[in-house]
């Protein structure tokens, strides 16, 4: 079984711009979560996606986004980007949401 | 607000010893998780803990949760070197956000 696939793994963007990461989860997971690593903040959670609907959401400001397709790949969003967005972000899927996650291996943004 | 937290934050131990990592938490909670994370990898999950008083155990880590006193505990049995890592435990709040505690920095010296 194919693990959770995360691109891209590593991105370099300005302050201004904006930037659409991609996970695709387990094949027959239907939930899939964002989280963002920082040496600052330590891990946050961003949100959590279930069958096309976002069903949890973390305190992060609008600027932050995503979305679940039907097919339950999932992409975050990130506008306007600040220089305290450089992360690790990492995504995980599992069934239904309350079992073990499963990681992707993380897309590393850096905002010069 | 849910606040977590852990014990100790860095931990350096001899191979073949037991310890144990604490995890506090402020408020109420659904669930609890164990992470594992290498230098710069993902995050692998160790353990779900569901209601009080669960108790999981996987190779040298067992990990429990007391839901009454708002803390979970990761014991490490006979630590060897691949244990060297650092953990982390999150807390799901009954709003279904996930809280996670600063880690616990492992190393395992020989």
């Known amino acids: 079984k194919a693990g959770v696939t995360q691109t891209p793994r590593y991105l370099i963007k300005t302050r201004g711009q904006q930037v659409t990461l991609s996970c695709s989860p387990i094949?027959?997971?239907?939930?899939v979560s964002w989280y963002q690593q920082t040496p600052g903040q330590g891990l946050q959670f961003l949100f959590e996606?279930?069958?096309?609907?976002?069903?949890n959401k973390g305190n992060f400001p609008g600027r932050f986004s995503g979305r679940q397709f039907s097919n339950s790949r999932s992409e975050m969003n990130v506008s306007t980007l600040e220089l305290g967005d450089s992360a690790l972000y990492l995504c995980?899927?599992?069934?239904?949401?309350?079992?073990?996650?499963?990681f992707g291996p993380g897309t590393r943004l850096l905002v010069l | 607000e849910l606040k977590v937290e852990q014990n100790p934050l860095f931990l350096s131990m001899q191979e073949g010893k037991n310890y144990t990592i604490y995890c506090n938490y402020s408020?109420?909670?659904?669930?609890l998780y164990w992470y594992r994370q290498d230098p710069g990898k993902s995050l692998e999950s160790l353990f779900v803990?569901?209601?009080?008083?669960a108790v999981k155990q996987e190779g040298r880590l067992m990990a429990s949760l007391d839901t009454k006193a708002r803390l979970s505990t990761l014991h490490i049995t006979a630590a060897v070197h691949d244990l060297s890592a650092t953990y982390f435990c999150?807390?799901?709040?009954?709003?279904?956000?996930?809280?996670f505690g600063p880690g616990t920095r492992l190393s395992v010296l020989p």
């Open positions: 995980a899927s599992s069934f239904q949401g309350e079992e073990t996650q499963y």
């Open positions: 094949s027959g997971h239907r939930s």
């Open positions: 996606y279930f069958s096309e609907t976002q069903r």
């Open positions: 408020t109420t909670s659904d669930r």
């Open positions: 803990l569901l209601s009080n008083g």
């Open positions: 999150a807390v799901v709040t009954y709003g279904q956000n996930f809280v």
